[in-house]
C-alpha cells in the first residue's frame, strides 16, 4: 500500500474500551501510515486485526523513547509516522509530548486526530461542575510523595480528576478523603464496554465500598471542588488589619483586606481607623 498521507507526525486517538469509537479518520490515518509508533505492539495488532490490516509497527514508551525518538523524527522528512497510546488519546498520561517537541523543533508538520479520552470520558459521567478541573494523571506510588500531592491541589477551586489502578482504588480514595476533606466524588470504570459504571458518593463512602472488593482495570476518580469557605470572623478580619495596618495607609490596608476576605470596605476602613488609633 502507498501512503496517500503528507509526510509528517499523526496523533491518533485510539479506543478505550468500545473499538466502534474509532472514527473513520482515525483509521484512515493508521491504515495509510508508513509506520506506527506503539506503546505496546500486542495491543495495536488488536487494533489492526479489527481493521482487517496489517501496518508496520514500531515501539515506542517510556523505557526506550531516548534512543528510538530520533530516529522517528528523522523519518518525518519523508514518511507520515503515527503516534498511537495502548488506549485513548497519546500524550495524557503516556509519553509522547517530546516526539512531539522534537517534530515541530525540525519542522515537520504535526496533526492531531482526536478521539476518546478516559479523563474528559469520565467527568461527562459524574455529574460534577465541569467548568474548571484539572487532570492529575496517576499519583505517585509511594505514601509520602503521594500525600504532598494531595496536599498540593487541596485548595484548588476546580474538579480534580485522577487515574488509578483497580488494586489501590481504596487506599487512594482514604488519602484523598484525609488530605481533601470528604467531598463529593465519582469512580468510573470499564469506560465504554459493555459493564461500564460510574459509581458516586463521598470519598469515605467510595473508599469503604472498594475495601474489600477492589475492582479490575483501570479507574478514573473524579473529585468535587471544594466548598465555599466560611466566613470569615471578626477576629480574622482584625488580625488581617493589623497585619496591613503595619505597611499600608488604612484606605490601602481596608481596601486590600476587603477584597481578600470578601468583606464590606467601609466597615473595614471603620474598624482599621479603631485600630490605628489604639
Known amino acids: 500500500m502507498t501512503s496517500s498521507l503528507a509526510p509528517g507526525l499523526y496523533i491518533v486517538a485510539t479506543p478505550i474500551g468500545n473499538l466502534g469509537d474509532l472514527s473513520p479518520r482515525a483509521s484512515e490515518i493508521l491504515l495509510n501510515a508508513d509506520i506506527v509508533a506503539v506503546e505496546d505492539s500486542r495491543v495495536t495488532a488488536g487494533l489492526f486485526r479489527h481493521l482487517g ?156 465500598r472498594y475495601a474489600d472488593a477492589p475492582p479490575k482495570g483501570e479507574i478514573v476518580i473524579v473529585v468535587a471542588p471544594p466548598g465555599d469557605a466560611a466566613p470569615a470572623s471578626e477576629e480574622d478580619a482584625d488580625a488581617a488589619l493589623a497585619e496591613a495596618l503595619t505597611r499600608l495607609p488604612v484606605s490601602k490596608a481596608a481596601g486590600e483586606v476587603a477584597k481578600r476576605l470578601g468583606l464590606d470596605r467601609k466597615s473595614l476602613y471603620a474598624r482599621a481607623m479603631e485600630l490605628k488609633g489604639a
Do not use: W
Open 53 to 208: 490490516a496489517r501496518r508496520p509497527m514500531t515501539p515506542y514508551h517510556d523505557h526506550n523513547a531516548e534512543s528510538v525518538r530520533p530516529g522517528l523524527v528523522a523519518r518525518m522528512a519523508q514518511e507520515a509516522v503515527a503516534l498511537v497510546s495502548d488506549a485513548g488519546t497519546p500524550l495524557i498520561s503516556d509519553p509522547g509530548y517530546k516526539l512531539v517537541r522534537d517534530a515541530r523543533a525540525a519542522g515537520h508538520t504535526v496533526t492531531t486526530i482526536p478521539g476518546p479520552c478516559a479523563g474528559i470520558a469520565a467527568l461527562t459521567l459524574a455529574g460534577l461542575p465541569t467548568d474548571r478541573f484539572l487532570f492529575m494523571g496517576f499519583l505517585p506510588a509511594k505514601q509520602q510523595a503521594k500525600g504532598e500531592a494531595i496536599a498540593e491541589v487541596a485548595t484548588v477551586r476546580a474538579t480534580l480528576v485522577f487515574y488509578e489502578s483497580g488494586p489501590r482504588l481504596s487506599a487512594t480514595l482514604s488519602l484523598l478523603a484525609n488530605g481533601l476533606g470528604d467531598r463529593e466524588a465519582a469512580v468510573a470504570r470499564e469506560i465504554t464496554k459493555k459493564f461500564e459504571e460510574c459509581v458516586t458518593g463521598s470519598l469515605t463512602e467510595l473508599a469503604a
